[in-house]
C-alpha cells in the first residue's frame, strides 16, 4: 500500500513560536489534507490541498502541495495553547470515473505548547 | 445539522466474541468510511461503502465485514475478536459529488468521535 512519512513524530515548543511539519509519499496523489485530532475525538480536517504546488492558508494554517504531488507541508504560525493536539497528513486518489476513494494518514505529529 | 454519530462509544469485549458497531452519517450524506486507529499502526482504511454497496476495501482480514443500510446508516462487525484488534474505531460520512470536476470538487469527510473497543 501507499505509505505516507510524517515528520516530526513530536514537538515541544513554546506558545508563540512557529511550527513545521512535513510528509512525503513513495506514491503521487490527487489530494493532500491535513486533519487535527484532540483526544476523544475525530480528526478534523484544517486544510485540502488539489494542485501541484498549490499553497493554501487558513488563519494562522499554511500548507502547500509538492511540485511531486509526493509531499505535502503544514506551518502554523504564533502558535497559542489550543493547538495542542496530534496533527495528521491524508493523501487521497479518486478512483478512476468515481468520487469515492480512500485516505492513506500519515503517522502524526503530536504537537505540545507550553505558555 | 447533527454531526456522524458513533454507538457505542465504549466497548469491552474477550477474546473469541463478535462485536457490532454502528455508525450514524450527517443526514444526506451517503458515503460512510470506517478506519481503525491504534498506537502501532496509526489510521487505517476498512471499507467505504455507498448506496448499500462496498466500494472499496483495505488490507483487513474476513473477520472484518460491514453493511450499509438504506439510510445510509452503516455498522461494523468483527468476528472471532483478537488481542489486536482493539482500537479506536472511527466513521467518516461524506456527500461526493455526482463527477470528479478536477481540482476543486474535494468532497469532505466528517469524521464522528468513534468507538474505542478493548478486548481482553
Known amino acids: 500500500g501507499q505509505q505516507l512519512n510524517q515528520s516530526p513524530q513530536s514537538m515541544f515548543i513554546q506558545e508563540g513560536e512557529d511550527v513545521s511539519m512535513n510528509c512525503t509519499s513513495s506514491?503521487?496523489?490527487?489530494?493532500w489534507l491535513w486533519y487535527k485530532q484532540d483526544p476523544g475525538e475525530g480528526p478534523v480536517l484544517l486544510i485540502a490541498?488539489?494542485?501541484?504546488?498549490e499553497l493554501t492558508s487558513n488563519g494562522r494554517l499554511t500548507a502547500q502541495f509538492g511540485i511531486t504531488r509526493k509531499d505535502s507541508f503544514l506551518n502554523i504560525s504564533a502558535s497559542i495553547p489550543s493547538d495542542v493536539g496530534i496533527y495528521f497528513c491524508?493523501?487521497?486518489?479518486?478512483?478512476?470515473?468515481?468520487?469515492?476513494?480512500?485516505?492513506?494518514f500519515g503517522r502524526g505529529t503530536q504537537l505540545t505548547v507550553w505558555p | 445539522k447533527a454531526g456522524v454519530t458513533q454507538t457505542p462509544r465504549y466497548l469491552i469485549k474477550t477474546r473469541g466474541q463478535q462485536v457490532t458497531l454502528s455508525c450514524s452519517p450527517i443526514?444526506?450524506?451517503?458515503?460512510v468510511s470506517w478506519y481503525q486507529q491504534t498506537p502501532g499502526q496509526g489510521l487505517q482504511f476498512l471499507f467505504e461503502?455507498?448506496?448499500?454497496?462496498?466500494?472499496n476495501k483495505g488490507n483487513f482480514p474476513g473477520r472484518f465485514s460491514g453493511r450499509q443500510f438504506s439510510n445510509s446508516r452503516s455498522e461494523m462487525n468483527v468476528s472471532t475478536l483478537e488481542l489486536g484488534d482493539s482500537a479506536l474505531y472511527l466513521c467518516?460520512?461524506?456527500?461526493?459529488?455526482?463527477?470528479?470536476?478536477?481540482?476543486?470538487?474535494?468532497?469532505?469527510?466528517?469524521f464522528g468521535p468513534g468507538t474505542r473497543l478493548t478486548v481482553l
Open positions: 467518516a460520512s461524506k456527500d461526493p459529488p455526482a463527477a470528479w470536476s478536477g481540482s476543486s470538487s474535494y468532497n469532505e469527510q466528517f
Open positions: 506514491s503521487i496523489f490527487n489530494t
Open positions: 490541498l488539489y494542485k501541484a504546488g
Open positions: 491524508a493523501g487521497q486518489n479518486y478512483d478512476r470515473g468515481s468520487t469515492l476513494g480512500r485516505l492513506y
Open positions: 443526514s444526506g450524506h451517503r458515503s
Open positions: 461503502y455507498f448506496s448499500e454497496t462496498q466500494r
